[in-house]
């Protein structure tokens, strides 16, 4: 049974966007991504978002996470809108409650596997032995035992993929936005990923939103939602769940 057939309705909302407008500017034309977009993602939950390639998907994970501000609208974190706080606000709102997987990983090129996932912890001065700890517990955990000490560029796109699940984690986030993190994965290593995504999530009651062209992996999600044409709703994958 999905948790929104046992009560997630109910539960209270953590993030939300609401009429949300986004647009790329270019030099040849406007491109109107987000219109009037809205979701609201509850505490606890693992949301999946699916929907075509370029319909922006990605630009509202980003919106979400305050690494993007709309044109119009609000991102409401426990009621507070992220992008109308004082200086400061943002950085301390990504650093200290929110995960980001990158749909391309962003690694950093010149630090190892372990040193990128343990970057994060140490941006919050945290203790360098628990950090490394925390990184390198993660690290075992996506399968990664034997390669914490390669640099990104002697990485696999899939192992490149989970050291930036593991980077996401560390700081064991409120929210964790993963933008396709199972994108370059085998059905394998892609279920395990999910396994730890289920994991944390019943043991910590962490908040998950998803990004997925995968059935296989959206089917293991609480709720799947569909971005059509700016505008959110829920997907017909929730009626095979
Ligand atoms: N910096 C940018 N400048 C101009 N256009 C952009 C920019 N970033 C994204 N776009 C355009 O905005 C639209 C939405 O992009 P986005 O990356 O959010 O899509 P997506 O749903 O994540 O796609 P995919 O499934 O391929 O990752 C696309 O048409 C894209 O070309
Ligand atoms: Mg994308």
């Not at 044109?71 to 507070?80: D, I, M, N, P, T």
């Not at 075992?140 to 990104?152: Q, S």
């Not at 998950?208 to 609480?222: E, G, M, Y």
Request: include cysteine; aromatic fraction near 6%.
């Amino acid at each position: 049974m999905s948790d929104l057939e046992s009560g997630t309705a109910e539960r209270e909302c953590l993030i939300e966007a609401v009429n949300v407008d986004k647009s790329y500017t270019t030099q040849r034309e406007v491109i109107h991504v987000l219109a009037q977009t809205s979701l609201q993602v509850l505490k606890g939950e693992v949301l999946g978002i699916v929907g075509a390639s370029g319909v922006g998907k990605s630009t509202l994970l980003h919106v979400l996470g305050g690494l993007d501000k709309p044109l119009k609208g609000s991102v409401l974190f426990r009621g507070e809108d992220i992008y109308k706080q004082s200086n400061g606000y943002l950085e301390n709102f990504r650093n200290g409650h929110i995960g980001f997987v990158f749909q391309f990983f962003n690694l950093l090129p010149d630090f190892s596997a372990l040193e990128n996932a343990m970057f994060p912890a140490l941006i919050r001065n945290q203790d360098r032995r628990l950090a490394r700890e925390r990184a390198e517990y993660l690290l075992c955990e996506v399968g990664m035992k034997d390669r914490m000490n390669h640099k990104p560029g002697e990485l696999s796109g899939g192992e490149s993929q989970r050291v930036a699940l593991a980077r996401a984690l560390v700081n064991q986030p409120d929210l964790l936005l993963a933008d396709e993190p199972t994108g370059n994965l085998d059905y394998h290593a892609s279920d395990q990923l999910i396994e730890l995504i289920r994991k944390l999530n019943h043991e910590f009651d962490q908040t998950f939103v998803i990004v997925t062209h995968s059935q296989r992996v959206a089917r293991k999600l609480d709720r799947v939602m569909e971005l059509v044409d700016g505008k959110v709703s829920p997907s017909s994958q929730n009626l095979v769940i």
